[in-house]
């Protein structure tokens, strides 16, 4: 257990002091600058524009951060070679994927967490009707997001070996996985029995991200409850813990 | 052995989350083959597709006012003063059926702006507004108001506004239509009662200097 915690640490100090996580703040501020001009131009819901840009932006950096790091963290370790400094210690490979994982998704959650509270700065003097406890509910949803999309990325990096597919096949997903709902309907209206069984596999196989965005339900009649959002905590750490499964046995199959 | 049955777990944990999700919140959204998608459809559904469904709504809104304060869009009816609103307004909705304020707003100016005057077209947004949020009442009165504005009722139109002028998001178009109605009834009192209401209201900052003006007008002092 304390081989995991150095893993998580010596991962989290390396992410922090890469150049990615710094210019992640800057495009932080630009983007919530942009976000500023943009809903002065909203009139009466210049808040509700605010809200939903600063949250929008915050999830969109955290989400190409993840996508990125965990892509090309473990294949850049295997080009150069550096893994073997690790793996010649006592660590099961298993350990060594859990906790570079764990502390890449502390690292972008501790960036996320910084720009939320710079968003919430600027939220304050906008009278945004999101309270607190709904603001830090959609913000943990996003991170939510996070857990499942790094997760997979890492699995899909350790399958390709090619950080560009596997960038490629993440992104992909991201996107199918919110318009999983849309799927389905698709799927329903088709008369063709292959498409139908083809969308339903995808529909239960792929991420549904789209469940993840609760900084749109929040405006619903009837926003989701506290069960909800429990059931939304199985979903994550389910489906995290099967992609992580699947890198660790993929990444126990190589051979160095 | 034992750690490649682990899966399991997770994979049952994951169903279990998967369909207690949609148990307990039915997908809010309409299909997506009822979105509006003749003008920036493109926009919209890339967004949705990138999963930021209210900034295509927000960002759609924006597009909506620069229409109202802009003038025509390119292949656009202009035999009719903003034949465009109603559509764009119903695109606004059909992303976010939940953003009320499109509908008090664009309902009000189809229905009483005199050089718009569609009331018709005001009630089938309304209406829209209606099934979607039938707990939402501001666009009952509105509703209403506009019912009795065809009936040339201004009183009981009024009375209607005032109700909605009341409720914290309600657009200050709405508030300075009512103003201006009842500038042009003779009841500069009612007048100056709303325009201090906006003026006093920090979310109705962009009409301040409107309201300060017609205050002077009337012959009152802002509060």
């Known amino acids: 257990m304390e081989n995991f915690f150095l893993l998580v640490r010596d991962t989290f100090k390396e992410h922090v002091r890469h150049r990615l996580y710094l210019s992640l703040f800057l495009f932080c501020f630009i983007l919530l600058g942009g976000g500023l001009v943009a809903s002065s131009l909203a009139v009466d819901e210049r808040a509700r524009l605010m809200l939903d840009f600063g949250l929008s932006a915050i999830e969109f950096l955290g989400l190409t951060t993840i996508v990125f790091i965990s892509v090309n963290f473990i294949l850049t370790e295997i080009e150069n070679r550096t893994i073997y400094l690790v793996l010649s210690r006592p660590i099961p490979r298993g350990q060594y994927i859990l906790g570079r994982f764990a502390g890449t998704i502390l690292a972008v959650t501790a960036a996320m967490a910084v720009m939320a509270l710079l968003h919430g700065l600027l939220l304050v003097p906008l009278h945004s009707a999101a309270t607190v406890p709904v603001y830090l509910a959609a913000w943990a949803c996003s991170v939510a997001k996070l857990v499942v999309v790094g997760s997979l990325a890492l699995a899909l990096s350790l399958f390709s070996t090619s950080a560009p597919t596997a960038m490629t096949f993440t992104l992909f997903l991201w996107a199918m996985g919110h318009f999983s709902e849309e799927l389905r309907f698709l799927g329903e209206k088709s008369a063709n029995a292959f498409v139908k069984l083809l969308v339903w596999i995808f529909y239960h196989a792929a991420p549904n991200f789209a469940y993840f965005n609760y900084r749109d339900f929040l405006y619903a009649n009837h926003p989701p409850t506290t069960a909800w959002f429990l059931f939304l905590l199985c979903y994550t750490v389910g489906y995290a813990g099967v992609c992580l499964w699947i890198s660790a046995f993929l990444f126990a199959r190589k051979e160095f | ?223």
């Open chain 2, 1 to 223: 052995m034992l750690r490649r049955l682990l899966v399991f777990p997770f994979m049952i944990l994951a169903g279990i989350g998967f369909s207690g999700m949609h148990r307990t919140f039915p997908w809010p959204y309409p299909p997506f083959d009822q979105l509006i998608t003749q003008r920036n459809g493109l926009q919209d559904v890339s967004l949705m597709t990138a999963g930021f469904r209210c900034l295509a709504a927000d960002l759609g809104w924006i597009d909506l006012l620069q229409y109202v304060g802009g003038g025509f869009l390119p292949g656009e009816d202009t035999s009719r003063a903003y034949a465009e609103l109603k559509p764009m307004t119903l695109r606004v909705t059909r992303i976010d059926p939940y953003f009320r304020h499109a509908y008090v707003y664009s309902s009000s100016m189809l229905a009483f702006f005199r050089n718009i005057n569609r009331p018709q077209e005001a009630l089938d947004v309304l209406f829209e507004g209606m099934r979607n949020n039938p707990d939402y009442w501001p666009l009952r009165t509105t509703a209403a108001a506009i019912g009795f504005k065809k009936a040339d009722q201004f009183d009981r139109m009024a009375q209607a506004l005032e109700l909605s002028i009341q409720q914290p998001d309600c657009p200050t178009l709405v508030k300075s239509i009512l103003a201006n109605g009842y500038k042009e009834h003779g009841r500069f009192a009612d007048a100056v009662r709303v325009w201090t209401i906006v003026l006093n209201n920090p979310s109705d900052a962009l009409y301040h200097g409107k309201a300060e003006q017609e205050i002077k007008k009337l012959g009152a002092n802002p509060a």
